[in-house]
């Protein structure tokens, strides 16, 4: 069995889980609503305050679902209970973050500056060098803080870039001087 796969999904107050036909499965709590349609062979059931998720058979297919359903279940209860939120870190000379509306600018040492704006459900706040990017879907708010971070990855050197809060950049010996 898939050691992921058979842990029942505890329902905190306050959510209600629906699932319909094709295994549509709608979570609603304080802070929104997710839906997604997930893999028709697996068994979602509810019984009472979990959810448990069973696979047909032990084919190799059926495996990798059984704990890929039951995850992304559980990301979907968290993100409407607590949230969740990606923080970067903008380093380097004359590189800042700065918020206009639903619209990131960013100045990253190009000729022009850099404006992102924030995807439907997503919410980001800059705080000095700091943006932190917040959402309840977990994919979006993890996609979308790889796209600011895609505008200019750290480089190896002077660890100059946007960065991801607990990121730790391997750095590099700059080169020497010819005797």
């Known amino acids: 069995m898939s050691r992921i796969g058979r842990m ?65 279940i559980n990301n979907m209860v968290i993100g409407v209970t607590e949230g969740y939120t990606k923080t970067l870190e903008v380093n380097g000379v004359g590189y800042r973050a700065a918020k206009q509306g639903n619209k990131l600018n960013l100045s990253l040492g190009y000729s022009h500056p850099v404006d992102m704006v924030d995807p439907e459900g997503i919410t980001t706040t800059v705080d000095g060098n700091k943006i932190i990017v917040s959402g309840i879907d977990k994919e979006k708010v993890g996609q979308y803080a790889a796209e600011i971070r895609e505008k200019r990855a750290p480089e190896p050197y002077k660890g100059k870039g946007i960065k991801y809060s607990d990121e730790v950049i391997r750095r590099k010996v700059g080169k020497t001087g010819k005797k």
């Open 8 to 72: 029942p999904i505890a329902i905190p107050a306050g959510v209600t889980v629906e699932i319909a036909e094709n295994n549509k499965v709608t979570v609603k709590g304080p802070k929104g609503t997710l839906e997604r349609v997930l893999p028709a062979e697996m068994e979602i059931k509810q019984e009472g305050a979990e959810i448990v998720v069973n696979r047909p058979n032990d084919l190799k297919k059926m495996k990798s679902l059984h704990g890929l359903t039951r995850t992304l």
